[in-house]
């Protein structure tokens, strides 16, 4: 069975810190691949995806993921995180021909000010 | 604008008083989904649908009914509730066969259940 692995649970840093939250996941075929974040007290917000191409992915506020397929990894990274990336970090897989998503169990961040 | 709507935000309710969560999107989605998120077990999945009057279990379906009478409306019934259903619950809904920009999920904001 597919399944999507978010190594911390638990990431504190402090301001201006680079980040990488780690994903991988258990699929031996063509995945699409999504990072979504949970503000506090909000729902899901899509922060970037990979269908195809360049494996560098950029999304919203300065974030980006990379795909490595031979690792089976989409990591998030953030070169100097802020204080309002506080969040519920949550990376999703679905296969091709498979409209479920896979959802990794999140990683929540704290950024200490 | 494009979005998920669900109501209540809030809801305490009894042990066994039958509630119902409604949900509702307005991007002409064929896939909705109900979804609850409690501490360390991130989203679990309850019930999907991937068109009108086509349900089917998620990961964690007992003590919940949905329906799918309307493409637009997905609606979480519970029948009996049980303070082990006092959680977080998210609906959301997607394109099947979307690819690149069009496709992902669109969640709504949230209903935060607490059953005593």
């Known amino acids: 069975a597919q399944s999507v692995s978010q190594h911390n649970h638990h990431v504190i840093l402090s301001e201006a810190a680079s980040l990488e939250l780690g994903c991988n996941y258990s699929?031996?075929?063509?995945?699409?691949l999504f990072w979504y974040v949970q503000y506090p007290g909000q729902h899901l917000q899509l922060l970037l995806k990979?269908?195809?191409?360049d494996p560098l992915v950029k999304g919203i506020k300065g974030f980006e993921a990379e795909f490595i397929k031979s690792k089976f990894s989409f990591n998030l990274r953030k070169p100097s995180v802020q204080w309002s990336d506080t969040a519920e970090y949550f990376c999703?897989?679905?296969?091709?021909?498979?409209?479920?998503?896979?959802w990794g169990a999140g990683t929540k961040l704290i950024i200490k000010p | 604008e494009a979005q998920v709507t669900q109501n209540p935000r809030y809801l305490i309710t009894v042990t066994g008083k039958k509630l119902t969560v409604t949900c509702s999107q307005n991007?002409?989605?064929?896939?909705m989904s109900w979804y609850r998120q409690d501490p360390g077990l991130g989203l679990r999945q309850i019930y999907y649908s991937m068109n009108v009057e086509v349900t089917d279990k998620g990961d964690v379906p007992e003590g919940y009914k949905v329906s799918r009478k309307e493409k637009r409306n997905f609606p979480l019934i519970l029948e009996s509730p049980s303070p082990n259903q006092t959680s977080l619950y998210f609906c959301?809904?997607?394109?099947?066969f979307g690819t690149g920009d069009n496709y992902g999920y669109t969640f709504g904001s949230g209903t935060r259940l607490t059953v005593v």
């Open positions: 999703a897989v679905n296969a091709n021909s498979n409209y479920q998503l896979i």
């Open positions: 959301a809904s997607s394109l099947i």
């Open positions: 699929y031996g075929g063509t995945v699409n």
């Open positions: 990979y269908f195809s191409g």
């Open positions: 991007m002409n989605h064929e896939y």
